[in-house]
């Protein structure tokens, strides 16, 4: 007991000093006190197991940083169980968590008109009534599932994607919300949604944005509280999750935004990308085929092209791109196709085409990335060293295609200018030689994965622990 005590006053000490410069890479006190891949020695045999909800919602890369951590905490006894979308619960169970269906399915909702039509019309309030009807639509369903999933749970934890509904859920069972962002969606000084905008005003962007959208959705989120017997919410849900006083866990790296940390400190602390590590077979990669592995080695190395669960208009037009650019270029191209639709049709071994692949193992092998901007694909193609060129679509995407523009690994466009011409000319620009350099010196530079889901679990065990009944300890 006494040599645990000495190593606890260790570990606690070291927590009290491990900052060095509270201005390095933008580091903020929170991430380096927390970067620990192991807990405090004296708090492993004291620490309260939890019951432990994940809601997700959205695609495979809004639910596989959840699987992540939801691996993790069920390796410290706690009990967890995953609610992601129906279409998403045979492949999220083969993480080996619990896993239940919960909302609508997303592939059918990223198909429908309502996204691939009036979410993206000119018309700002055709957009408006789209989010209105997404929202309802979704989250009548999500809140009666997740209130099912979440009785006798300790604590919800839970993405950007839904977050009103989740918060409602936890309101309604009277447990906490714990919320995990992808991406900063919080008032700041650093990264602004309107990026048209100077950036003296970049904190006062998110006040006038978090407004708007406050204005058209109040009815509809107050309809769905009346579901759950809730009252009357008269501030956004931005506001209401503030004010529950829990940290909201920033699962990216802090040397994309530089100066945020600091900024946020300990309410919203930037743990870094969580990668989840697949050890059953389905989520395995191709490279357990044969194929793939020999095409990999059989020459230079490829071009990654990958847009993830993203619908793509035309197919034709980025499939003609593609092959324009690897022929003026030289290079060969590895298609992971997803849900985009493309495929290419060809005798030219230069081409490899396959449904999925695991990050992990396959992008070291490449010498430059194309894909949609997602968090999860950029956190992977970061990871692995390489240039990447985003080719947004929407949502957070064309901001993490501004982020690496700026630390000049990086290049981006929308997907709606993609032709031969300038996938040419983006890819061009990721094989300089000045990129390539500086994308292997940023995966160098950004926090390993073990130590974000170690700081995420040390961040949730410290809040939620110690309010809860004394049912279990360890």
Partial sequence: MHTDRRAAATWAQRQKTGVTSSTERGKSAWRLRFAEPTPPPDTVRTRRTMKIVLSCNGSRGDVQPAMALGSALARRDHEVTLAVPPNLVSWAADSGLATQACGI??????????????LKSSNPVTRLRAVSEITLRGGSRLQHDLRAVGQGADVIIGGSAGQERILNVAESLGIAYVPLHYCPIRKNSVVSPLPWLPPSITAHSW????????????????????????????????????????????????????????????????????????????????????????????????????????????????EHAIVATAERLGLRVLLVTGGSHLSI????????????????????????????????????????????????????????????????????????????????????????????????ATATSMIKPECAVASAITIIEETVSPHLPNRGTR
């Fill in 105 to 118: 399915d997303t592939d059918e909702l990223l198909g429908s008109d309502l996204v691939t039509r009036d």
């Fill in 207 to 318: 006040t006038i944005l978090e407004r708007i959208l406050w204005h058209t959705s109040a009815s509809t989120e107050n309809e769905l509280r009346r579901e759950l017997g809730l009252g009357r919410a008269n501030t956004p849900a931005a506001s209401r999750i503030t004010g529950q006083g829990v940290p909201e866990l920033q699962a990216y790296d802090p040397l994309l935004f530089p100066g945020l940390g600091d900024e946020w400190g300990r309410s919203r602390p930037l743990v870094g990308f969580l990668e989840y590590l697949p050890s059953r077979p389905k989520l395995q990669s191709d490279l357990t085929h044969r194929s793939l592995v020999d095409w990999l080695y059989a020459g230079p190395a490829p071009l990654y092209v990958g847009f993830g669960s993203m619908k793509i208009g035309d197919p034709s037009i980025v």
């Fill in 345 to 440: 049709d060809s005798p030219d071994d230069r081409f490899f085409v396959t449904s999925t692949i695991d990050h992990k193992t396959v992008l070291p092998r490449c010498t430059a990335a194309v894909h949609h901007g997602g968090a999860g694909s950029t956190a992977a193609s970061l990871r692995a060293g390489l240039p990447t060129g985003i080719c947004w679509f929407g949502a957070d995407q064309p901001m993490w295609g501004r982020q690496l523009t700026r630390l000049g690994v990086g290049v981006s466009m929308p997907i709606s200018r993609i032709d031969s011409d300038t996938l040419t000319s983006l890819v061009s620009a990721l094989i300089e030689p000045d990129r390539r350099r500086a994308a292997r």
